[in-house]
């Protein structure tokens, strides 16, 4: 399913919102279970520059990798990466008793997607290109992903109502899904 141009307006300014830690931010989204599917377009939306990203990064690397390997590999892992944690959530909402939150909350994670991947694919797009010096790129990208990690401790704990260190414990377990998916792409690589 795919949102009108009226409902990803609408959701990319809840998540700027939410980005200013503006709880009224989780208003602008469609919550509904049509909504839910439809935040997962938000891997589409971004999906253009990360494909960028990575023709650039196939182009420094050194070993004799296929395009097409290389492609089929980071596009499954995208999938993945795109799937894996709102499962992971299904059960985790049901252990911290917010199932009722749970659409509200992949909803909102879905579409924060899009302005945590607008800061920071174009971070790796100048590292990767050596448009920036590796020292600077790594920098700007871990101040980028300080502040991905405290806007998605606010959204969890905003819209799944719980405490900050619930909130905490989702983003880590994120962030490790996130590392771990990374890992086993470059080692098939």
């Given amino acids: 399913m795919i949102p009108t141009l009226r409902e990803i307006v609408s959701a990319l300014y809840g998540a700027y919102r939410l980005a ?4 009224s931010g989780l208003d602008y989204f469609d919550q509904s279970i049509a909504g839910f599917w439809r935040s997962f377009f938000a891997a589409v939306l971004i999906a253009p520059v990360y494909l960028f990203l ?3 990064r196939y182009s420094k690397f050194t070993e004799d990798v296929w395009l097409f390997r290389f492609l089929a590999i980071e596009t499954i892992v995208y999938v993945i990466a795109w799937v894996t944690f709102p499962l992971a959530m299904v059960y985790l909402a049901k252990a911290f008793e917010r199932e009722e939150f749970y659409i509200r909350f992949i909803v909102a994670y879905n579409w924060a997607g899009v302005l945590q991947n ?3 694919l174009p971070i790796g797009i100048l590292g990767t290109a050596g448009l920036v010096s590796l020292d600077n790129a790594n920098a700007m990208g871990l101040v980028a992903l300080s502040l991905i990690l405290i806007y998605n401790g606010f959204i969890a704990r ?3 109502n719980v405490s900050v260190g619930a909130a905490a414990g989702l983003v880590g377990l994120d962030f490790l899904i996130s590392v771990f998916l990374n890992a086993m792409a470059d080692g098939v690589l």
Avoid: H, N
């Fill in 118 to 120: 607008a800061i920071y």
């Fill in 54 to 56: 990575l023709m650039i």
């Fill in 20 to 23: 200013r830690f503006d709880p």
């Fill in 158 to 160: 905003t819209a799944l």
